[in-house]
């Protein structure tokens, strides 16, 4: 390739960073109090939510990590990203109009509201648990992205992808964050689109290119077995339901009806464009000699299955517009979860060690937070860098855990449940615990789903029982509400 275009690329992914940069100085100056930098005010309309949404759902799992199963299994890779659409859907029209009405911050604050303080504590913990793994998938998409692309060694591109994420993110929190999810919006839908139409293009049409594939490529499960994807499918759908982010997502709407529209505009929107690209895509690097080539070079490694893609099949200018593309995607959803960390630390940690905090002191607290787990996740990502195997980890501890007393809350509650729900949270933690690392997941069962379907039946079992006992300090909910 000539040192000119690969210039080019440069300057096109250096410009974009200084535009980010920019962004987090500006938008630094607005966010003044501690309800600015962690919930943007509360006054994002419905059509910035929903670009907001979708940049979050689209980080290095739905775009290199399952661009990389398609690669590696078949269909089934994008298939089961359907899940987590859904999920969005059913968050966005049914949940999120009640969410809003709360007024709350946090997860935490919800399962407080609801079950006390003892399963806040929890809640807390898994929500810290998640989002940091989340972001240390981010991370390491970057550095794979920027090395594979740019030819930059890892542990550089490591370090330039989250210095800019992480000053933008510090410096303007969620208003920031905001301001840059919806250009990376726009970014990743063109560039993803483009790429998808014009690699059917190129192949003669989508039956022409699925010719040059193996025909196992194309059937629902692909390699894997039914029982493999159908749990896994389950367990991304249970794992992005009411995630930390896309609750947030519901908190800073303007009024009810946006958070309504702007969450499951989002769901439909990546319903129609994602799981079809997601597809097109891993399917064109599997039939690319070039691409299967970088693979072997890589000792087998599918996550460089794409951003090589991006490098043999398209002009070297066009690269450049997809490799902001690519990297728009990962940065939204790290940032995001950045944001998540701080709103946590400053809320249920910090506040509850001092009810009368500063907003300067709790605005502190939040800037912090954000350097710090921002510099531990790229140090994280440095020795763990299966971005998949990250995050199935995230989904099953999250959806299994707090789901279901999420939908309890929701939908069904009374104080009769929260000793039911508390049980059932603990037996999904255990057991998945138990499932994945003792068991070593028989029959391919997704840990997720199993630790739900126990939480369920320890709900179910727990309730007669334990219905009608007395409350204890930890198990009080903050105010009665039903």
């Keep these: 390739m000539p040192d000119g275009y690969q210039s080019l690329e440069l300057v096109t992914l250096g410009v974009y960073l200084v535009v ?15 309800l600015d930098y962690t919930l943007a005010g509360r006054d994002v309309h419905w059509l910035v939510l929903l670009a907001t949404t979708v940049a979050t759902m689209v980080g290095g799992g739905m775009s290199i990590g399952f661009i990389s199963k398609v690669y590696e299994i078949g269909v089934a890779g994008g298939v089961v990203t359907i ?30 509201l609801k079950f006390g303080k003892f399963a806040r504590l929890v809640a807390v913990l898994i929500t810290i648990n998640t989002m940091f793994l989340a972001v240390v998938a981010q991370m390491v998409a970057m550095g794979k992205i920027t090395n594979t692309v740019m030819g930059v060694p890892y542990e550089i591109a490591l370090v330039i992808g989250a210095t800019v994420t ?39 049409g989508m039956a022409a290119l699925a010719e040059q594939v193996d025909s ?19 367990a991304v759908m249970l794992g992005e339901t009411l995630a930390a982010p896309f609750v947030a997502r519901c908190f800073i709407s303007k009024d009810v009806h946006g958070a309504k529209w702007g969450v499951a505009g989002a769901g439909i929107f990546l319903l129609l464009f994602l799981p079809l690209t997601t597809i097109v895509l891993g399917t064109a690097a599997l039939a690319d000699p070039g691409v299967n080539q970088s693979v072997l070079a890589a000792n087998g490694d599918v996550q460089v299955a794409f951003p090589t893609l991006m490098r043999t099949a398209f002009h070297p200018m066009f690269a450049g517009i997809m490799i902001a593309a690519i990297i728009a995607a990962v940065m939204s959803s790290a940032d995001s979860c950045l944001s998540c960390l701080a709103t946590v630390a400053m809320e249920d940690v910090y ?5 009368d905090a500063s907003d300067l002191a709790l605005l502190r607290v939040a800037q912090g937070t954000t350097l710090f787990a921002g510099v531990a996740s790229a140090v994280c990502a440095y020795y763990f860098s299966d971005i998949i195997v990250i995050l199935e980890f995230m989904y099953d501890f999250w959806g299994s855990i707090i789901v279901l007393p999420f939908l309890v809350g929701i939908f069904f509650y009374s104080h009769r449940w929260i000793y039911p729900a508390v049980a059932g949270m603990l037996m999904a933690l255990i057991g998945t615990l138990c499932w994945r690392f003792v068991l070593k997941v028989p029959w391919g069962f997704s840990p997720g789903l199993f630790g ?21 300090r930890w198990f009080m909910p903050r105010r009665s509400s039903d």
């Excluded at 039946?457 to 409350?471: K, N, Q, S």
């Design 216 to 234: 196992q490529h194309f059937q629902i499960t692909g390699k894997w077995t039914t029982t493999r994807v159908v749990t896994f499918f389950f």
């Design 20 to 34: 980010l940069l920019g962004i987090g100085i500006t938008t630094a100056r607005q966010a003044r109090t501690s």
């Design 166 to 204: 992480v000053f933008y993110s510090t410096a303007g929190g969620l208003r920031a964050v905001i301001k840059t999810d919806v250009i990376q919006f726009l970014i990743l839908v063109v560039g993803f689109g483009i790429a998808a139409v014009v690699l059917v293009a190129q192949h003669g």
């Design 452 to 472: 739900f379907l126990l939480a369920v039946v320890t709900l179910l079992v727990t309730y007669p029982i334990t219905c009608r006992l007395p409350l204890g």
């Design 351 to 355: 506040r509850q060690i001092k009810s």
């Design 83 to 112: 899940g987590a659409y859904i999920s969005l859907i059913a968050t966005g029209l049914w949940i999120a109009p009640k969410l809003r009405g709360l007024n709350l911050i946090t997860v935490g604050d919800f399962f407080e």
